[in-house]
C-alpha cells in the first residue's frame, strides 16, 4: 500500500518536472495570430482576427462605447503580433499587448460612438461587427438676447420651450442606445445662425433638427410644421444639394406622417423655406412645434406630455430614417 502511493507520488513529481522541463523547452513562441482586419459595408463594419492556433478559452471582450477591450489566451507562449495598418476614418488606434507569457490583450479605440450588433466566436476567429452611430443634431431655436416669440397667453418665450425640447428630446434619444446626440445650445446663450451651422459641421452630424415655435397674425391657426429648404432655382444643379435635400424630405414626410396620430393635433404639411440654419449640408428640417399664437397650441407647448408626443414622433420618424427598427432590441441594454 505504502509502496503504491510512494510510487504515485514519485510519477507526480516526475511528470511535473517533465512538464517544466517542456515549458522550458517550448519558449519558442508562437505567432498566435494569423490575420486582424476590418471590412466595411455601408454603415456597418466587421472586425476579424483569425488565429493560427485554438484560443484555450472563450475571448473576453469588452465592448466600450467607443472601442473594444479583448483577452485572448492561448495554450503555448504567444508572440506579440506584428499589425499591419487599417485604413479606416472611423479607427483612431489599435494594437495587442502582452498578458502574462500565453494571453494577449487587444485594444482598438474608434472615433466615433458605434453599436455593437454582432460577436461571432469561433476555435480559430473572432468577428465583431458595429455600426457608427448616427449623430443627430438638436437645435434648440433662439437664446440669450434673442428670446423669439412670446405667448401672448402665458407669457413664456419661443427661446425656453425650445430649449427644454431639444433637452428632453437629447434624453430620449439617447435612452434608445442608437444615436450621438449634439445640442448646439444646452442653455440660455445666443448663438448666431453661422455658429449653428459650423457647429452642426465639426460635429459631422447626419442630420440636424432644428426646434422653433410658430406665431401667427390668425389667433386661429394652429398645429406642428415642418421645414425643409426649398429646391434650387431653375437652371440650378447640384447634385450634392439635391440628395440631401431629397432625405430632407424623405425625414420630414415621415415625422409629419407620425404627428396626427401620436400628438392628436393637426399638421400643417411639409413646407419649404428659405432658413439659413438649414443650409448645413446635412439633412436638416426645422420644426415648428406648435403656434405659440394659438391659444389651445400655446398651452400644449407647455405640457410635457404633449413635447412628450412629439418626440416620439421624432424618435419614430429617425428610427425609420435611419433603419433603426430592425435592431431596437439590440440596443435597448
Ligand atoms: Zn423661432
Redesign the pocket.
Known amino acids: 500500500m505504502i509502496k503504491n502511493i510512494v510510487k504515485f507520488l514519485l510519477t507526480m513529481i516526475f511528470a511535473m518536472f517533465c512538464d517544466s522541463r517542456i515549458e522550458a523547452h517550448a519558449r519558442t513562441n508562437f505567432d498566435a495570430i494569423k490575420s486582424v482586419s476590418l471590412t466595411q459595408k455601408n454603415d456597418l463594419y466587421s472586425l476579424n482576427i483569425e488565429f493560427n492556433k485554438k484560443v484555450a478559452f472563450v475571448p473576453r471582450v469588452h465592448i466600450l462605447p467607443n472601442g473594444l477591450q479583448m483577452f485572448l489566451s492561448f495554450k503555448k507562449p504567444v508572440n506579440l503580433p506584428k499589425m499591419s495598418k487599417m485604413n479606416y476614418g472611423i479607427v483612431k488606434g489599435y494594437f495587442f499587448e502582452k498578458f502574462g507569457n500565453s494571453s494577449l490583450m487587444f485594444i482598438m479605440a474608434l472615433k466615433q460612438k458605434v453599436e455593437f450588433v454582432k460577436k461571432k466566436y469561433t476555435k480559430n476567429s473572432i468577428k465583431i461587427s458595429f455600426r457608427k452611430k448616427p449623430t443627430v443634431i438638436i437645435d434648440a ?2 437664446g440669450g438676447k434673442d428670446p ?2 412670446q405667448s401672448p397667453y402665458e407669457k413664456y418665450l ?2 425656453n420651450i ?1 430649449l427644454i425640447t431639444a433637452i428632453e428630446l437629447r434624453k430620449a434619444l439617447l435612452r434608445t442606445n442608437h444615436y450621438n446626440v449634439v445640442l448646439i445650445r444646452d442653455k440660455d446663450e445666443f448663438v448666431s445662425l453661422d455658429d449653428r451651422i459650423k457647429r452642426a459641421k465639426s460635429e459631422n452630424g447626419d442630420i440636424l433638427i432644428s426646434l ?4 401667427n397674425n390668425d389667433k386661429n391657426l394652429r398645429g406642428i410644421s415642418v421645414y425643409t429648404l426649398p429646391p434650387m432655382g431653375f437652371g440650378e444643379s447640384d447634385k450634392e444639394f439635391n440628395e440631401t435635400l431629397h432625405k430632407s424630405k424623405r425625414f420630414s414626410k415621415l415625422l409629419v406622417g407620425y404627428i396626427p396620430n401620436l400628438c392628436k393635433i393637426k399638421h400643417r404639411t411639409c413646407r419649404s423655406s428659405e432658413l439659413k440654419v438649414l443650409k448645413t449640408g446635412m439633412p436638416s428640417v426645422l420644426v ?1 412645434l406648435g403656434c405659440i399664437s394659438n391659444q389651445k397650441d400655446s398651452k400644449l407647448l407647455l405640457s410635457k406630455l404633449f413635447r412628450e408626443k412629439i418626440i416620439c414622433a421624432i424618435l419614430y420618424a429617425l428610427n425609420q430614417f435611419f433603419d433603426k427598427n430592425k435592431t431596437g432590441q439590440q440596443g435597448q441594454k
Not at 422653433?212 to 406665431?215: C, I, R
Open positions: 431655436g433662439h423669439g416669440t419661443e427661446k425650445t422653433h415655435t410658430d406665431y415648428e
